[in-house]
């Protein structure tokens, strides 16, 4: 607030001297009409000079530049605006286009992976980009347990442009997995890199004291800046409690590419943005806004982009809360459960109820698996009545139903309050299980307590994320059953009438295992069947995403529609059109 007022403060100071000036040879209203014209001018020059979006994040001292660490001020995509990758990605042909890499390929045999870099990369502070930076990115990786080391034994420095990774278990993920990560500087993390070899020369492993006293030390380790390869540098001098200002980084290789002279991240979620949109001061935004709200900013002359959905939000069960621990209990809620009408309630011409209930988004279940093999879950009250009766509960006299011990069947559905459209789903769902005769009720806890209490099981029905923008299954089962699995109280064993006794932790092995996605269909599909049928957790809706852009407005955002079937939120696409150069000012 305080740079803004001294912005303003200037600028009427501007204004006021050349009233002044003005008032000496001209008639007032001539000279308003030329400082008018004047004001219009640098209002222009001032838009053509940013390109201005919005991230939510934390300002110093809980903010930091330890991007490895909670609560670093990443800004989510906007990252890859000054610490590039190795590549990006584009979904429309499924293949990644190089960027500080200049090219990679995989050895005969399988076991090595070679990456190439480019030799006119150099880092703001001046150094250049070599392997021994991508060997500290990986080190650092390796000390906070990135997956990438499920995959990749060891490294080697070939040259100073030429690195391999030793293939531990061969998968098409460590294209993704490597590919894909920002790239850190030896300079700032080199120390810590060096830890971790010295502690594995000494035969020390994950599991060693001396490797979880690293990586605590690491974890409060707080570098001074964030060095830059990109065309925009990170500095704690542009940061502020309003906005972030990402200024041109002159020695990045793309800086005569990119055709904004910094990029603006307005801090803050729906609310904190809304008015500055109203202003016609936003280029890009990935936040979902009300129906009525984005008309607003449709009338103003924004454009909208929707695009396919892959993620949304589930119902996650405890199974340690009976009779949530028999799965014709769960597969009897999913009946009941209208996902389309929760679907068109939650965030209407944003969210769709969920066609398959398979824990990925639909087109990718529709992509990897025969759907005809589903169970479908389509509202059907009889199916859900007959699956319960199964289970051992009975209705009594009043239409509630009960559990085999005589007590009424009740249920209470968790939900951060601040989730516009999770909160409209979960009263919806509630409403309908309530109808059917279980009665449910909303908890609304704080956002920051939803993952913690899904840990520790401490909850009945929770909602919480489902599916993932990355391009593999894998990644969508990562979140609700290895990260949460414990806290569902599912078993990773699970007997099942679709595929017999299944190790889901051995599936989510096979699944991502070779270098062709053939060799992976027959675990991904395992993996879909089992989760159709034990529901652990219940698909509700997808979200297809609507997000604004200044395009024709302030910005000409080009005439590639192909990068529109990224994720916006792991491989975004106005990220990438900034930097080759098309997203550009408008004239």
Avoid at 41 to 47: C, K, L, Y
Avoid at 61 to 80: D, W
Avoid at 186 to 200: C, M, P
Avoid at 529 to 540: F, Q
Wanted: proline content about 4%; charged content about 25%; glycine content about 6%.
């Amino acid at each position: 607030m305080m740079k803004k007022r001294r912005i303003a403060l200037v600028i009427a100071c501007v204004m006021l001297a050349n009233a002044m000036l003005a008032g000496c040879g001209k008639s007032g209203n001539e000279a308003s009409d030329e400082n008018t014209n004047t004001q219009t001018a640098v209002e222009q020059n001032s838009a053509k000079a940013a390109f201005v979006g919005g991230w939510p994040y934390s300002t110093m001292p809980t903010g930091h530049f330890n991007m490895f660490s909670a609560n670093a001020i990443e800004l989510k995509f906007y990252r890859e605006l000054h610490q590039l990758p190795l590549a990006t990605y584009v979904a429309s042909e499924d293949a990644y286009e190089p960027m500080l890499a200049e090219s990679w390929e995989i050895s005969e045999d399988g076991t090595e992976f070679r990456v190439k870099l480019r030799e006119d990369v150099s880092w703001r502070t001046e150094e250049s980009f070599t392997s021994k930076d991508v060997w500290t990115t990986f080190m650092i990786y390796r000390l906070v347990g990135n997956p990438v080391w499920n995959y990749v034994s060891d490294m080697e420095i070939v040259s100073d442009n030429e690195i391999v990774f030793f293939v531990k278990k061969p998968t098409t993920l460590i294209l993704r997995y490597v590919l894909r990560k920002p790239m850190v500087d030896y300079l700032t993390y080199g120390e810590y890199a060096d830890k971790v070899q010295t502690l594995l020369d000494e035969g020390k492993t994950e599991d060693s004291e001396e490797w979880t006293e690293l990586a605590n030390d690491f974890n409060l380790y707080r570098p001074d800046c964030v060095n830059a390869t990109g065309p925009y540098y990170l500095d704690k001098a542009n940061i502020s409690e309003s906005n972030i200002e990402l200024l041109k980084n002159e020695k990045s290789f793309l800086a005569d590419t990119v055709q904004f002279d910094k990029v603006i991240v307005y801090n803050g979620d729906v609310a904190d943005l809304t008015p500055l949109v109203m202003n016609g001061e936003v280029d890009f935004l990935t936040h979902q806004f009300p129906v009525s709200t984005m008309a607003t900013f449709e009338q103003m002359g924004y454009e909208t982009l929707q695009v396919p959905g892959v993620d949304g939000m589930a119902v996650y069960f405890n199974e340690a809360v009976k009779p949530l621990d028999r799965k014709e209990v769960r597969q009897a809620l999913a009946y009941v459960i209208d996902r389309n009408q929760v679907g068109e309630l939650a965030l209407p011409e944003v969210s769709r109820g969920t066609k398959y209930v398979s824990g990925l988004g639909d087109s990718l279940t529709e992509e990897w698996v025969d759907v005809s093999k589903l169970i479908d879950y389509s509202a059907d009250e009889t199916k859900a009545e007959e699956l319960l009766q199964k289970a051992g509960l009975s209705k009594n006299s009043s239409g509630q139903w009960m559990r085999e011990d005589g007590t009424v069947f009740t249920l209470s559905l968790q939900c951060p309050m601040t989730w516009a459209d999770a909160s409209t789903a979960a009263s919806e769902i509630a409403q309908q299980l309530t109808a059917f005769g279980i009665k449910t009720t909303v908890e609304g806890i704080d956002e920051s307590m939803r993952q913690s209490k899904i840990n520790e099981g401490d909850y009945q029905m929770a909602m919480s994320f489902f599916g993932s923008g990355q391009p593999h299954p894998m990644f969508s089962y990562e979140t609700p059953l290895v990260m949460s699995g414990k806290g569902l109280s599912y078993e990773m064993v699970q007997d099942t009438d679709s595929c017999g006794q299944v190790d889901l932790n051995v599936l989510l092995t096979e699944a991502t295992i070779g270098w062709e996605e053939e060799s992976q269909r027959d675990a991904v599909e395992k993996l879909v069947l089992t989760v159709n049928e034990t529901v652990p957790y219940l698909p509700v809706y997808t979200k297809w995403s609507k997000y604004i852009t200044s395009n024709g407005m302030r910005t000409d955002w080009g005439t590639d529609d192909s990068v529109y079937k990224n994720s916006a939120g792991d491989d975004n696409f106005a990220v990438i059109k900034i930097l080759n150069g098309e997203l550009k000012p408008a004239k």
